[in-house]
């Protein structure tokens, strides 16, 4: 089983002059279905079945190829949802987790940042509509550079008032919709798998394969609910894992209303501090108000709930769902009232930019600064809270509550500090301190929660070898959201930049822009040039140790007896796979965490950056240290615009393109394997889909009535890559009486290496061993085998218990027996073909039907 066509799986090779014969499918269908070939028979001695699932994540060539492409857009929201299974500590049985601890104070608060990275596209595209188009385009000449009618804000019955600023709303609510209608497609695509996991009926399509098979056999009867015969051991065991629809509905509408009530909060904001009104218009917008706070606070108690936190099949919405949307929608209603109404924000007009800029930029009034007020301090502390938000979530995942103590005294401290600074104390003269000053030690203070010793839980079952300890110091879920967070910054700034540059007629001077984005944003293009240069710095570093390694493996073989001038020739390919193997599995982690670390310096940097009144971009003039700065910050100017349209534009290629997939999709499958159980709107999983038909087929085929021609003695469950997490997730689902009659096969296998450090409560020392112990027979064997390479970057040992054999990759240096090439280097793929495999295979075959009496009928 691996994410590669059926006949390539299947060892389909071309014969001589012809094409492959195509493989049969024998259940499923096209997308993800069973496949075996078309010519074996119901004899054969050992039937290979493939299942193909590829085209759930690398696409079939089609039109919907371009609309999953677009997903990749969501990748922020992916990274975020992975964070939750990151956490540590996750009890095996999801029902005894408890807010108070460390685990669930950890999963809130990767919850309430998910909530906000939902609110940071509402919030970029609430400027985009609010304040570039409604508030600072004042006529048509500016208006007609968008496409769609905007020109009507123009006339000048939308610019009484806070009129233009209810127009404006569009752009932010059609984003909204755009997600909601994502998220229920969504829905529909983990939808079409059996309606029951816990209850999985048998697939059969028949076929060519059938014709030899006598007369139909009654269907036998499903298979009883896989119900849990003891405590947990894992969270892979929970029936419920990869069953969550009433979950995603529920929380998708506490998303949506949430981002809806920031949408509102804007210009219902700025009329109420600047331009208060009167009467009736006071009582609709007071009301509005409430409403609207009663939204977000019945989402923040929400998030505590066993219903957003526990995994509990197709349930309705519920009375507290249907109550935030009327919520919503009232408060919504009230804040267009409100700003439809006349004589509400009359006093705004002043404070807009004068007629006339779009045509001459250079009279008067038009080049200052005439955003809407508020929306530059809006922005910098909804940055800033998001930083502190994460660094709360890395302390509290490595340290627990005591490390979540210092991000929440410094975040109480700040709040405390902008008060003072801005002279909000009643009876507290204001500080002689800029904001931006009292946040720099306050920031400091709140990372050094990240540096306190790690809480560790338990003594874990597996032995550790090298580098299958925690990665990244137990802060996995910090680090993998705020890599999400740093893109959804990107992509809001990109487009904010595009915008205005669009609404300025192209390529302004600087200095002679009539439309202006929030001041935060334009230190957007300095900083992500500097994350660019950071990433160079780690990419040179990376080189220099595969380098290195690539040394001491070629001195390896070189040292390894006489060779020829070929085989040292052939060792130089051999030493780089090899290098290759050991970068991939010794060092790429550790890269990734220094670059995260050097990450966030720079995101403590932007914070105060923003909160200060400096430029972000100095005066040439000033020395070469000046223009040095403008080089980057121009950079990151040029390439923020492109970055969205280069993310979908690599997404389309994943889905399309093999060499690309290979290379770049292993993040992509990662990445959505895990159920959305905190971002609601990220891309589907493909293992909602993968794993209950896996272990439909897989249950349903040993529970055929003994006399059934299909019958089979046992299975030999083959999984390369990806594939040996889905199926140890079939594995930890299936009930122990079909666990017997099975044989793991894993190779090119990340279970130690890489899900293992990552995400130690489904693959860590105290987790792994739980699928030994499940494979263990009665008579002290264990059916599973691991295989792996020295070249395969992918492939490592186990180390859980399992039976490692080690494959010999190439099988010479130089052609033998007749043969004219070189054996080829097969490094992640054509493990079946390796001898140690089939020799591996023959021998688990006849194990598995040593335990039947009776010989082995029909297909299997």
């Known amino acids: 089983m691996s994410n590669t066509p059926p006949a390539d799986t299947l060892g389909l090779g071309s014969t001589p002059g012809g094409e492959a014969p195509a493989p049969q499918l024998v ?78 104070i950890t999963a809130w608060l990767i919850r309430m940042f998910c909530l906000s990275l ?23 000449a500016c208006l007609n550079r968008l496409p769609g009618p905007w020109d009507f804000l123009a006339n000048p019955w939308w610019r009484q008032s806070g009129r233009s600023l209810a127009a404006g709303l569009i752009v932010p609510l059609a984003l909204i919709a755009v997600l909601g209608i994502v998220a ?58 990869w069953w969550g629809e009433g979950q995603l509905r529920r929380a998708a509408v506490l998303h949506l209303c949430t981002g809806t009530v920031v949408a509102a909060a804007i210009p219902l904001g700025t009329v109420l501090v600047l331009s208060p009104p009167h009467g009736t218009q006071a009582v609709i917008a007071w009301t509005s108000v409430l409403v609207l706070v009663a939204v977000v606070v019945i989402t923040l108690v929400a998030l505590t709930l066993p219903s957003l936190t526990r995994r509990d099949g197709a349930t309705p919405l519920g009375r507290w769902s249907i109550a935030v949307i009327v919520l919503t929608v009232t408060g919504l209603t009230g804040t267009v009232l409100v700003l439809m109404l006349p004589d509400t924000g009359a006093s705004l007009a002043a404070l807009r930019p004068p007629p ?44 627990g509550r005591r490390g979540g103590a210092t991000p929440a005294v410094a975040t109480v401290l700040l ?36 540096l306190l010793p790690r809480t560790r839980i338990a003594e874990g079952k597996q032995p550790l070898g090298p580098y299958t300890d925690l990665t990244w110091r137990g802060q996995a879920p910090a680090v993998i959201a705020g890599f999400g967070w740093l893109l959804c910054l990107a992509y809001c700034a990109g487009l904010l930049y595009w915008v205005t540059n669009r609404l300025n007629g192209g390529s302004v001077p600087s200095g002679a822009a009539p439309v202006t984005p ?54 130089r390919d051999v030493s780089t796979h090899r290098a290759l193997h050991r970068l991939v599995g010794e060092h790429a982690l550790g890269l990734i965490g220094w670059y995260a670390a050097a990450l966030l310096v720079l995101a403590v940097v932007g914070c105060v950056a923003v909160l200060s009144p400096a430029p972000p971009h100095p005066d040439p003039a000033t020395g070469s240290s000046a223009v040095m700065i403008k080089l980057v910050a121009d950079l990151g100017d040029a390439l923020l615009g492109w970055l969205p349209v280069t993310i979908a534009a690599m997404g389309l290629l994943v889905y399309r393109n093999n060499t690309v997939r290979r290379s770049v999709g292993v993040i992509w499958d990662v990445g959505t394997f895990w159920p959305r159980a905190a971002h609601p709107l990220a891309p589907p999983s493909y293992a909602e889909r993968a794993v209950p038909e896996l272990l439909t087929r897989t249950a349903g085929l040993l529970a055929l009535a003994e006399h059934d021609p299909r019958r089979v003695d046992g299975i030999i469950l083959s999984g390369h890559s990806q594939g040996t997490v889905i199926c140890t997730a079939v594995l930890l689902q299936l009930p122990e009486r079909w666990r017997r009659q099975i044989w793991f096969f894993s190779y090119g296998c990340q279970l130690t290496r890489l899900y293992g450090r990552i995400f130690p409560a489904y693959f860590g020392p105290d987790r792994l061993p739980v699928l030994t112990e499940a494979l263990t027979r009665s008579c002290g064997s264990i059916g599973w085998t691991n295989f792996w390479r020295d070249t395969d970057p992918l492939g490592w040992p186990v180390s859980a218990g399992e039976r490692d054999v080690p494959v010999t990759d190439p099988e010479a240096l130089h052609p033998s027996d007749g043969e004219v090439a070189d054996p080829p280097i097969r490094s992640h793929s054509g493990y079946p073909e390796a001898a140690e495999f089939q020799r591996e295979r023959s021998r688990v075959a006849w194990l598995l039907r040593r335990a039947v009496p009776s010989p082995r009928r029909g297909l299997g």
């Open 27 to 104: 259940a499923g269908g096209p997308i993800t279905g069973f496949y075996r070939s078309a010519t074996s028979t119901p004899l054969d001695p050992i039937a290979v079945e493939a299942y193909s699932w590829g085209q759930l994540t690398s696409g079939a060539r089609t039109a919907r190829d371009v609309e999953r492409a677009l997903w990749t857009l969501l990748l922020p929201f992916t990274l975020a949802n992975v964070a939750l299974h990151a956490r540590p500590g996750i009890p095996p049985d999801p029902n005894t987790e408890r807010l108070a601890s460390r685990s669930g």
């Open 118 to 140: 939902t609110c940071t596209p509402v919030f970029a595209l609430t400027t985009v509509g609010v304040d570039l188009i409604a508030w600072q385009c004042v006529d048509s």
């Open 184 to 241: 229920w497609r969504t829905y529909q695509y983990e939808a079409v798998m059996p309606a029951d996991p816990m209850d999985p009926p048998v697939h059969h399509t028949p076929g060519p394969v059938d014709a030899e098979l006598p007369d139909a056999q009654p269907v036998p009867e499903p298979p009883p609910p896989p119900t849990p015969t003891g405590p947990l051991a894992s969270p892979l065991q929970d029936p419920t894992f």
């Open 356 to 399: 006339g800029c779009a045509n001459l930029a250079t009279q008067p009034g038009c080049l200052e600064d005439h955003s809407l007020p508020g929306i530059d301090r809006i922005a910098a502390w909804f940055v800033t809270g998001q930083l502190l938000l994460l660094i709360a979530i890395g302390a509290t995942s490595r340290s």
């Open 415 to 450: 709040v405390a500090g902008a008060a003072w600074s801005h002279g909000w104390l009643p009876a507290v003269p204001a500080a002689p301190l800029e904001v931006w000053q009292i946040a720099l030690p306050l920031l400091l203070l709140a990372a050094t929660g990240l």
């Open 518 to 571: 929030p001041t935060p944003v334009t230190w957007g293009g300095l900083l992500f040039g500097a994350a660019l240069l950071m990433l160079a710095v780690i990419v040179i570093r990376a080189i220099v140790l595969f380098r290195r390694l690539h040394r001491t493996e070629y001195a390896k073989l070189a040292a390894s007896g006489p060779l020829s001038a070929h085989d040292l020739r052939r060792g």
